[in-house]
């Protein structure tokens, strides 16, 4: 039983523009979300979070979207640049916890 | 500042040994996680320390244990190994238990089992 959800494994985009990456969940007690960025042969990279009090955070290029009755979170990267390739995971905890749960994550890559 | 601190970077152990993994967190951070990453079950919460005391645990057998030392410092342990164990094992760490803050991670151990 998958809780959290990355539909699509890979992604494919043109340098300077939008990534939007999708993640979708079906625990309605996840109260806290994150945004993972993993190279190969390193450990996840943290990149943004929200809390299930807000529908958006941003932070640099970087913003997360929350929809709640829709239990979907997206998060874009404007302008997408060369060096943002790499695998993205979405992940969420409930309550109090700090146990994580992943998305199985999403490749992107980012063409010059 | 120092990010969160894993040795061995690789080990390679065979069927029915037993290995000892460490994890240094980063200064300050006093809640410990682990993962393992494989490639068919993707990341998974294999259980949580803080305080020395085990909050969390996943869904794996009691094979899997750990440790935290009064310094916040962790070691994950693994007996009879099977072939099944080998995956990268990460290794998180946040200011407090409780939720709401990111975890940050390790660059991993990677087992290896023959």
């Known amino acids: 039983d998958q809780q959290v959800k990355q539909n699509s494994p890979s992604l494919s985009v043109q340098e300077g523009r939008i990534s939007i990456l999708n993640c979708d969940y079906t625990?309605?007690?996840?109260?806290?979300f994150l945004w993972y960025k993993k190279y190969p042969a390193e450990g996840p990279t943290f990149l943004i979070s929200?809390?299930?009090?807000?529908d958006k955070n941003e932070d640099g290029r970087f913003t997360v979207f929350l929809n709640k009755s829709a239990k979907h979170l997206s998060l874009h990267i404007v302008p997408s640049q060369p060096g943002d390739s790499a695998v993205y995971f979405c992940?969420?905890?409930?309550?109090?916890?700090?146990?994580?749960?992943f998305g199985k994550g999403t490749k992107l890559t980012v063409n010059p | 500042k120092a990010g969160v601190t894993q040795t061995p970077r690789y080990l390679i152990k065979t069927r029915g040994q037993q290995v000892t993994l460490s994890c240094s967190p980063i200064?300050?951070?006093?809640?410990v996680s682990w993962y393992q990453q494989t490639p068919g079950q993707g990341l998974q919460f294999l259980f949580e320390?803080?305080?020395?005391?085990?909050?969390n645990k996943g869904n794996f057998p009691g094979r899997f244990s750990g440790r935290q030392f009064s310094n916040s410092r962790s070691e994950m342990n693994v007996s009879t190994l099977e072939l099944g164990d080998s995956a990268l094992y990460l290794c998180?760490?946040?200011?407090?238990?409780?939720?709401?803050?990111?975890?940050?991670f390790g660059d991993g151990t990677r087992l290896s089992i023959l």
């Open positions: 992940a969420a905890s409930e309550g109090g916890s700090e146990k994580l749960v």
């Open positions: 320390y803080f305080s020395e005391t085990q909050r």
């Open positions: 200064s300050g951070h006093r809640s």
């Open positions: 929200i809390s299930s009090i807000k």
């Open positions: 625990n309605s007690m996840f109260d806290y």
């Open positions: 998180a760490s946040s200011l407090e238990a409780g939720g709401g803050s990111p975890q940050h």
